[in-house]
């Protein structure tokens, strides 16, 4: 049997998303707590066993490609169940003093750092991904009540498209076994913005 050891590329990628229009794709389904074993055993939705075993670090994200045969157009491809992600608007803080916007950003830092919360900066956006449950990161959020910022939640699957692969492991390679409990969905603060609009830097 194959153990699959590196991976290829990435989905998502231009590149990869050519290479495979028309291939058959076996997709293996992992969480996020599984996605960081740097060994496992998976099973594709064909009902193929996938052995893997990568160097100690090595992080699944979703859209990973853990092997293809060009001859037979075929590919075996991490298909990642994502979490929620906090999606932090910055731009409030153009309105304000130079110093009342610093002093903002620096508390804002402060408590995301405190609760040793992953981070993504892109434009005028900070990403958190959910690593406890929502609750608590609404509860952080609404205690501090930073003035000149918004935050929402968002699926992670709605991010995917404005997140290059290294953005996407990065994102969601950071999660903790507590992502299991995150599905307790509060209600979204619904007088808050798309992700769309604040994301438009991405590629």
Known sequence: MDIYTKILGNSHSKEWSKRLLGASIDYIELDQWNAQKSRL?????????YP??????VKLTDGDIIAYDP???????????????????????????????????IELGHALGNQHWAVLQRGDSLLVPLTVDKKVMLSVMRTHNF?????????????????????????????????????????????????????????
Do not use: C, W
């Open 41 to 49: 055993l998976a099973m594709g939705t064909s009902g193929k066993p």
């Open 52 to 57: 893997m075993a990568f160097k100690r670090g």
């Open 71 to 105: 001859a037979e157009q075929r590919a075996a491809v991490i298909r990642l169940r994502l979490g929620d992600v906090m999606v932090v608007n910055l731009s409030g803080l153009a309105h304000k003093s130079q110093h009342e916007a610093t002093a903002t950003a």
């Open 147 to 203: 003035e000149g910022i918004e935050f929402s939640f968002h699926p992670g699957s709605e991010l995917i498209p404005y997140l290059s692969p290294s953005e996407i492991r990065r994102l969601f390679g950071a999660t903790a076994p507590e992502d299991h409990s995150s599905h307790n969905h509060a209600p979204h603060d619904h007088h808050l913005h798309s992700p769309h609009q604040h994301l438009n830097d991405y590629v």
